[in-house]
T-cell receptor, first 117, second 111 residues
Framework: KAGVTQTPRYLIKTRGQQVTLSCSPI?????VSWYQQTPGQGLQFLFE???????NKGNFPGRFSGRQFSNSRSEMNVSTLELGDSALYLC????????????????FGPGTRLTVL | SQQGEEDPQALSIQEGENATMNCSYK?????LQWYRQNSGRGLVHLIL?????REKHSGRLRVTLDTSKKSSSLLITASRAADTASYFC???????????FGQGTRLTINP
């Protein structure tokens, strides 16, 4: 099976712009979770989508949003970019059994490295 | 907020030696997971241990879980240069229904 893919791999934006990142999960996986990784804050959970619905959400401002399509592919959007949004954004897919993605092992994509200037 | 706290933050050993990393957490969990991350790349799942399990093995990896002490350890035996990476524990916060990662242990295997 093909692994989790994320596009683009690298992105450079300026403050105030918006960005959309894409994630294609492993075939058959219905849950997609997004994480932000920074040197200072480490890995932080953004949100999880399951069957096109946001099932869980982390403590991030409303500028961070996402969606999931019927084929389980997911996108996340960050509007009005700030310098502090520079990070590695990781997407993970899992089968989705249980109440949350955290119930099962998660399969991570290579990440999108976003730099905000 | 970080629930899992790894110890040590960095570990450097010679190839062939064993490496032990520890993880402590604060709240009740359903499971605890260990992941590996090579520099700037995605995470690779290593082992998932559920709250009713005490020990699990996978190849050269051995994970223990002590729920009474809210701690876990990851042992890598007969280390190889390819094991050089950051290792993260992640706890399944059943109340928040999300995985909460620690800050990681940076492991360096010297040839």
């Amino acid at each position: 099976k093909a692994g989790v893919t994320q596009t683009p791999r690298y992105l450079i934006k300026t403050r105030g712009q918006q960005v959309t990142l894409s994630c294609s999960p492993i075939s058959g996986h219905r849950s997609v979770s997004w994480y932000q990784q920074t040197p200072g804050q480490g890995l932080q959970f953004l949100f999880e989508y399951f069957s096109e619905t946001q099932r869980n959400k982390g403590n991030f401002p409303g500028r961070f949003s996402g969606r999931q399509f019927s084929n389980s592919r997911s996108e996340m959007n960050v509007s009005t970019l700030e310098l502090g949004d520079s990070a590695l954004y990781l997407c993970a897919s899992s089968l989705g059994t249980g109440l949350a993605s955290s119930y099962n092992e998660q399969f991570f994509g290579p990440g999108t490295r976003l730099t905000v200037l | 907020s970080q629930q899992g706290e790894e110890d040590p933050q960095a570990l450097s050993i010679q190839e062939g030696e064993n490496a032990t990393m520890n993880c402590s957490y604060k709240t009740s969990i359903n499971n605890l997971q260990w992941y590996r991350q090579n520099s700037g790349r995605g995470l690779v799942h290593l082992i998932l241990i559920r709250s009713n399990e005490r020990e699990k093995h996978s190849g050269r990896l051995r994970v223990t879980l002590d729920t009474s002490k809210k701690s876990s350890s990851l042992l890598i035996t007969a280390s190889r240069a390819a094991d050089t990476a950051s290792y993260f524990c992640a706890t399944d916060d059943w109340k928040a229904q999300k995985l909460v990662f620690g800050q990681g242990t940076r492991l360096t295997i010297n040839p």
